[in-house]
């Protein structure tokens, strides 16, 4: 399962230069307002290092890690919605993703203008999400019309649970407040996904700060994370030894990629597990709360279709015990069912009729 992630942001505050730095990809990245008119696509492998010491117990010719997907939009500004800076074509290119990273300016370079002529990270934010909400806004009233419209003929109680839950998410749009924020019932969900609502999305806030500033110790909140873009540029031209002892002597711990990631996967309640024999070890991400049936489908659908039972090891006992042979001799080899819930760190395989 790989998952994709929006970035977003006003103009000139470091997106597409941290997206170059997380793909290593080459988007524009230039001075100006809306340099980057088509959205920009990167796949990044996410970095786990419980991959390499399975493969080499299991002895696979092949590591697989997982995938995540970046989408830089060009910048927002305000009255986006309305198609200020062609805000609506931007925004349209950023519905079918699973969450927003929305990136907010807290760094100082008089060579790199800011739309608004001033450094102000809260009145950013602000801004974007402003334009979510109207965006979201318009979207839910041209649906809620035509429910209405379809109302006045014969109609089943589904179309009446779909005009309730509409009137419900406009007045929380009104009221300035996220659609994520409400509670659904599972029929109101499949019908809140056919919207792609922008602020049903889980956001995660990267502060686009100094060098100094990563260094500074401070209580953020669980959705916020900091982040040098220009540091994380720099970082590209070295080979991963040199980024490593590069990092160390600037005390810093992890690199913003590493940082995104782990934020992203906790926003999106992500969990790994893997599966390793001698062809390959292989990552693979799911709900947290996924059963073992819906794991194996992430494999092939056919696997959860005939799933019989999965052979489980925790990461932990695997590395211990050496292996698939070894942790089967140690007795800690467990043989799960249908109702086992994954847990982060299982190396599984999966049994099944075809």
Aim: glycine content about 6%.
């Amino acid at each position: 399962m790989s998952f994709q992630i929006g970035i977003v942001g006003l103009p000139n505050v470091g997106k597409s230069t941290l997206f170059n730095a997380l793909t290593r990809n080459q988007a524009d990245a230039q001075n100006y307002p809306f340099c980057t008119i088509d959205p920009n696509v990167g796949v990044v492998e996410v970095p786990d290092e419980r991959l390499e010491k399975i493969a080499k117990l299991a002895d696979s010719q092949r590591v697989i890690p997982t995938i995540i997907e970046f989408v830089d939009i060009a910048g927002l500004v305000k009255g986006a919605h309305q198609g200020e800076g062609l805000g609506n074509q931007f925004l349209s290119h950023i519905r079918e993703v699973d969450a927003i990273v929305e990136v907010v300016r807290n760094f100082h370079d008089p060579n790199i203008v800011h739309v608004d002529g001033r450094i102000d990270p809260e009145s950013d934010k602000e801004t974007i999400n402003l334009e979510l909400i109207f965006a979201d806004l318009e979207t839910v009233n041209r649906r809620l019309d035509k429910v209405k419209t379809q109302m006045k003929g014969p109609h089943d109680k589904l179309l009446d649970l779909e005009k309730d839950m509409l009137e419900k998410i406009r007045q929380t749009l009104e009221q300035g407040k996220w659609v994520s924020t409400l509670e659904f019932s599972a029929e109101e969900k499949n019908i809140l996904k056919s919207l792609n609502l922008l602020t049903a999305k889980p956001l995660l806030y990267v502060y686009n700060v100094d060098e100094d500033d990563l260094k500074k110790e401070e209580s953020l909140p669980d959705n916020t994370i900091k982040i040098c873009a220009k540091l994380e540029a720099e970082l590209t031209a070295l080979s991963e030894d040199e980024m490593r002892e590069y990092l160390k002597e600037l005390g810093i711990k992890e690199t913003g990629l590493d940082k995104l990631i782990k934020a992203s996967y906790r926003l999106l309640n992500l969990i790994t597990f893997f599966t390793a024999g001698e062809k390959e070890t292989k990552a693979w991400t799911v709900k947290q709360g996924s059963r073992a049936p819906e794991a194996a489908g992430k494999i092939h659908s056919d696997f959860e279709r005939g799933f019989i039972r999965a052979e489980v090891v925790s990461y932990e006992n695997f590395i211990k015990h050496g292996g698939w042979h070894g942790a089967r001799e140690a007795g800690v080899l467990r043989q799960e069912g249908k109702d086992y819930i994954v847990q982060d760190g299982d190396v599984m395989l999966f049994k099944f009729n075809v």
